[in-house]
């Protein structure tokens, strides 16, 4: 089975079951989602994430992406979260701090000789550490 799909099945499981679990899931917001990036940083990053990133929610069916992050000339960094692949709160939650582990891996070079948008050992160690500091809570 091809990533793609694993992500798929992986997030529908994870909006059926949160619906079940919570009731009619809440849609996200760009407000809400640049609110929860700076909890994020604060719980799971120790605060080392910039505080100037920009967070929004849109449109990214051309990139065919859940989420899309970019660093301008300048070195601020940009993260788009899909509307349409994270219609409710948990999912794009989960998206953002999936962002976050590529900005936190490029900001610490963490592996200089890998592309940023890849998913090296250094960015699944960020990844297993979010989920072992309880990040992805009744998610998976």
């Not at 989602?33 to 604060?42: D, G, W």
């Not at 992050?69 to 701090?97: C, Y």
């Amino acid at each position: 089975m091809k990533l793609r799909w694993k992500i798929f099945l992986t997030v529908a499981a994870a909006i059926v079951y949160s619906y079940m679990a919570f009731g009619k899931p809440t849609v996200p917001t760009t407000s809400m989602l640049a609110e929860k990036y700076r909890q994020f940083n604060e719980d799971y990053f120790l605060g080392q994430l910039p505080k100037d990133t920009v967070v929004t929610y849109g449109n990214l069916t051309q990139l065919n992406d859940m989420g899309y992050t970019w660093k301008e000339n300048s070195g601020k960094f940009h993260i788009t979260v899909d509307q349409e692949t994270n219609p409710v709160e948990r999912q794009a939650e989960m998206t953002l701090l999936h962002e976050q582990c590529h900005i936190e891996v490029e900001i610490h070079n963490l592996n200089p000789k890998q592309d940023f948008d890849a998913h090296g050992i250094e960015f699944q160690n960020c990844m297993v550490n979010l989920a072992t500091h309880g990040a992805f809570h009744d998610l998976w």
